[in-house]
């Protein structure tokens, strides 16, 4: 046995660790099933906003002195449900997501500033503190990987046929508005969730980059979401293993890691993705 393999069976033992490799393979579960989601209703802009919000919530905690972290899963959770009405035009979303990116991150910054709260806890989310997750995000992380695959199974005739068109969706009888607002909650408690184990900067490698590189090995959404969730684990528990044996910070790590298995699948021939991609319009319906 060399050192390098020596000191990383030693990290391993160590309690801050384990909780971090768990953490990682808790979100390989349920973020990536996110990242699906996010790509069949193309709503990228989605994860920056909540980003935004995030900073809002932890600006909060740091105020009040409650739990950051939860405050800025409550503050995504409740605008995730309220930018969902917004969104009724083709760029409804969008719009709705720019401005709210906007309004967060400025009331985020006018609030540290007035306040006099240490900003640096607060920033510090940016770049992520995998090492610090405690038993709080195990219980969030572990809930959405029960939650988020459990209500893909319940309701997968539904979501399928939401991200493969959605006027024929609401024709079929899918509750299409409450349908987007459950999936827009979801994806927003995801992207808070995941902050914590990559920064707001990285949180891509958990949620999207997975699905990225699903959707050209998959040829049905059932397949894409396995390998979502199989490519999570695989990129999660690599990279993070490679980070401690590299002693580089885990997060840019993840990412990387991630990104050269997009970068690689990218050369093999894409599958038909209409079958689980909606248009490039998300608009809710309108109320008559």
């Known amino acids: 046995m060399n050192l390098a393999t020596a000191d990383l069976g030693e990290l391993l033992q160590l309690l801050p660790v384990q909780r971090a490799g768990v953490a990682l393979l808790l979100a390989a579960i349920g973020l990536p099933v996110i990242g699906v989601v996010i790509v069949g209703l193309d709503i990228m802009p989605v994860r920056f906003a909540m980003m935004h919000v995030a900073l809002l919530g932890i600006a909060v905690g740091l105020l009040t002195g409650l739990d950051p972290m939860l405050c800025a899963l409550v503050a995504c959770a409740l605008a995730g449900a309220g930018v969902a009405p917004l969104a009724r035009t083709p760029d409804g979303l969008s719009g709705a997501m720019g401005l709210l990116m906007s309004l967060a991150i400025a009331a985020a910054l006018l609030l540290l500033a007035v306040s006099g709260v240490n900003a640096s806890g607060a920033f510090a989310l940016l770049w992520g503190s995998i090492l610090s997750v405690g038993s709080a995000d195990l219980v969030v992380l572990g809930v959405l990987a029960v939650v988020v695959p459990g209500l893909f199974w319940w309701r997968r005739r539904e979501i399928g046929?939401?991200?493969?068109?959605?006027?024929?969706?609401?024709?079929?009888?899918?509750?299409?508005?409450?349908?987007?607002?459950?999936?827009?909650?979801?994806?927003?408690?995801?992207?808070?969730?995941?902050?914590?184990?990559?920064?707001?900067?990285?949180?891509?490698?958990?949620?999207?980059?997975?699905?990225?590189?699903?959707?050209?090995?998959?040829?049905?959404?059932?397949?894409?979401?396995?390998?979502?969730?199989?490519?999570?684990?695989?990129?999660?528990?690599?990279?993070?293993?490679?980070?401690?044996?590299?002693?580089?910070?885990?997060?840019?790590?993840?990412?990387?890691?991630?990104?050269?298995?997009?970068?690689?699948?990218?050369?093999?021939?894409?599958?038909?993705?209409?079958?689980?991609?909606?248009?490039?319009?998300?608009?809710?319906?309108?109320?008559?």
């Open 161 to 288: 046929l939401l991200l493969y068109d959605r006027e024929l969706a609401q024709c079929s009888g899918v509750p299409v508005r409450a349908l987007t607002a459950a999936l827009l909650v979801l994806v927003a408690i995801a992207v808070a969730g995941a902050i914590k184990l990559t920064g707001a900067l990285l949180v891509d490698a958990l949620t999207l980059l997975p699905a990225l590189a699903a959707r050209r090995l998959g040829g049905s959404l059932k397949s894409i979401t396995l390998w979502a969730v199989g490519i999570g684990v695989a990129v999660n528990l690599t990279g993070f293993l490679l980070a401690l044996w590299l002693d580089w910070p885990p997060g840019p790590v993840l990412v990387l890691t991630a990104g050269a298995l997009v970068l690689a699948v990218h050369f093999i021939p894409e599958r038909r993705i209409s079958s689980w991609r909606a248009p490039a319009s998300v608009s809710l319906p309108s109320s008559h």
